[in-house]
C-alpha cells in the first residue's frame, strides 16, 4: 500500500522557522499537497501542488518537493501556527487518494 | 461565499445503516469533483471516496468498497455518501471536500458530521 511518513511532532520557538517532512520513495514524481488542521476545526489547505498557495495563506507557508522527500517549511512561526499537518498526494496507480499521519506542530 | 454542510450522522448499531448529505453553496458544483474524508477520534486523516462532476467516475478506499456508496445530484448541488453494513471502526467525524479544480487537493472542507458506531 502507498504510505506517506510524517513524524509525529515538530517544534519551533516563534519567529523561527517550521520544516515538516512527508517520505516516501520517488514522492518527488508526485504532486503534493498540505494542510493545516486546528483543533475540533475542518483541514484548511496551506499548499497544493508542491509549491502553489491558494489565496488567503500566508507567503510564510511554502513548499518544496524532489527525491523522497517533500516538505512544508513555515517561515516567522506564530502561536497560531501551532496544529496538526498532513501531507496527501493522489496515486493514479491505483486511483486512491493517501494522507501521511500527520505532524503536530508545537510553538514553543 | 463558498459553504459546505454536511448531515446526517448520529449513533447507529454495528451492522447499520446511515445517509450523509452535504449541502454545497457559493461555487458551481456541477463542475468540481467532490470527496468524503473521515478522521476517527484522535486519529489522522482518512480518505474515503471520490465522485467526479458528472458521476462517471468514482472511486473508494478499500476500508470501504462494498459498503459505503456515493452519489451527486448536480441539480441539487448536493452530495451523499450511503454507509451500510457498519463497523465500530467506522465511528469518525466525516468531513465532504470540494476538489481543487486542476489538482487532487482538497480546497474547501465543510465542518463534518459525526458518525457514532456502537451498541
Known amino acids: 500500500s502507498y504510505v506517506l511518513t510524517q513524524p509525529p511532532s515538530v517544534s519551533v520557538a516563534p519567529g523561527q522557522t517550521a520544516r515538516m517532512t512527508c517520505e516516501r520513495n520517488?514522492?518527488?514524481?508526485?504532486?503534493v499537497h498540505w494542510y493545516q488542521q486546528k483543533p475540533g476545526q475542518a483541514p484548511v489547505l496551506v499548499v497544493y501542488?508542491?509549491?502553489d498557495r491558494p489565496s488567503g495563506i500566508p507567503e510564510r507557508f511554502s513548499g518544496s518537493n524532489s527525491g523522497n522527500t517533500a516538505t512544508l517549511t513555515i517561515s516567522r512561526v506564530e502561536a497560531g501556527d501551532e496544529a496538526d499537518y498532513y501531507c496527501?498526494?493522489?496515486?493514479?496507480?491505483?486511483?486512491?487518494?493517501?494522507f501521511g499521519g500527520g505532524t503536530k506542530l508545537t510553538v514553543l | 461565499e463558498v459553504h459546505l454542510v454536511e448531515s446526517g450522522g448520529g449513533l447507529v448499531q454495528p451492522g447499520g445503516s446511515l445517509r450523509l448529505s452535504c449541502a454545497a453553496s457559493?461555487?458551481?458544483?456541477?463542475?468540481?469533483?467532490m470527496n468524503w474524508v473521515r478522521q476517527a477520534p484522535g486519529k489522522g486523516l482518512e480518505w474515503v471516496s471520490y465522485?467526479?462532476?458528472?458521476?462517471?467516475?468514482?472511486y473508494y478506499a478499500d476500508s470501504v468498497k462494498g459498503r459505503f456508496t456515493i452519489s451527486r445530484d448536480n441539480d441539487k448541488n448536493s452530495l451523499s455518501l450511503q454507509m451500510n453494513s457498519l463497523r465500530a471502526e467506522d465511528t469518525a467525524v466525516y468531513y465532504c471536500?470540494?476538489?481543487?479544480?486542476?489538482?487532487?487537493?482538497?480546497?474547501?472542507w465543510g465542518q463534518g458530521t459525526i458518525v457514532t458506531v456502537s451498541s
Open positions: 471536500a470540494k476538489e481543487h479544480l486542476t489538482a487532487h487537493a482538497f480546497d474547501m
Open positions: 520517488n514522492i518527488g514524481s508526485k504532486s
Open positions: 465522485i467526479s462532476s458528472s458521476s462517471s467516475t468514482i
Open positions: 457559493g461555487f458551481t458544483f456541477r463542475i468540481y469533483s
Open positions: 501542488d508542491d509549491s
Open positions: 496527501q498526494v493522489w496515486d493514479s496507480s491505483s486511483d486512491l487518494v493517501v
